[in-house]
T-cell receptor, first 116, second 116 residues
């Protein structure tokens, strides 16, 4: 069975600080996908990134970066120079690869508060 | 292009009442999903559909029913509402083809349901 663990329930940092959100996953599959979604106070789910298990390259998108390490089954998310607009709940999710296996298993989320 | 739309945004039900949560997508996605999000928790899959006429159970299907008569619509039916069904319900859709890399799931804005 798949499992996603986000051990950090809540994090608060002062604006402009860097912050890393941890995500550890469990799966028996050799091919899978990892995702991060953002849920701002308004409640919608915003897609941030999708990563194939074969692609271990780290990715940077503006102030956001992701560190994928298969050896430790982790897919951590770092926000550099945090801003108040980054305040949200962030979810890490996992799905098996293969047609018909697109169901997502979510972690319980990390609530990030950026203090002005 | 509206993406995934859900109605209603908010509803209060009495125990034992029934209702249908509507979900429509205009992206010509073949896959559609229903998730529920309980307070402080991640999302859990209720039902999903891989195409018109085909549905399957997810992790928490009890108390719900679905149908998929068209590509665009995927309604979720609650027959006998119970307090345990108080939650936020998210509909999502994605496009998947056998042999191709899995695509991202895009979510609707959610329906907040309170059962009293």
């Amino acid at each position: 069975a798949q499992k996603v663990t986000q051990a950090q329930t809540e994090i608060s940092v002062v604006e402009k600080e860097d912050v890393t959100l941890d995500c550890v996953y469990e799966t028996r599959d050799t091919t899978y996908y990892l995702f991060w979604y953002k849920q701002p106070p308004s409640g919608e789910l915003v897609f941030l990134i999708r990563r194939n298990s074969f692609d271990e390259q780290n990715e940077i998108s503006g102030r956001y970066s992701w560190n994928f390490q298969k050896s430790t089954s982790s897919f951590n998310f770092t926000i550099t120079a945090s801003q108040v607009v980054d305040s949200a709940v962030y979810f890490c999710a996992l799905s098996e690869a293969g047609f018909g296996n697109e169901k997502l298993t979510f972690g319980t989320g990390t609530r990030l508060t950026i203090i002005p | 292009n509206a993406g995934v739309t859900q109605t209603p945004k908010f509803r209060i039900l009495k125990i034992g009442q029934s209702m249908t949560l509507q979900c429509t997508q205009d992206m010509n996605h073949n896959y559609m999903y229903w998730y529920r999000q309980d307070p402080g928790m991640g999302l859990k899959l209720i039902y999903y559909s891989v195409g018109a006429g085909i549905t399957d159970k997810g992790e928490v299907p009890n108390g719900y029913n679905v149908s998929r008569s068209t590509t665009e619509d995927f309604p979720l039916r609650l027959e006998l509402a119970a307090p345990s069904q108080t939650s936020v319900y998210f509909c999502a859709s994605s496009y998947s083809i056998r042999g191709r890399e899995q695509e991202t799931q895009y979510f609707g804005p959610g329906t907040r349901l309170l059962v009293l």
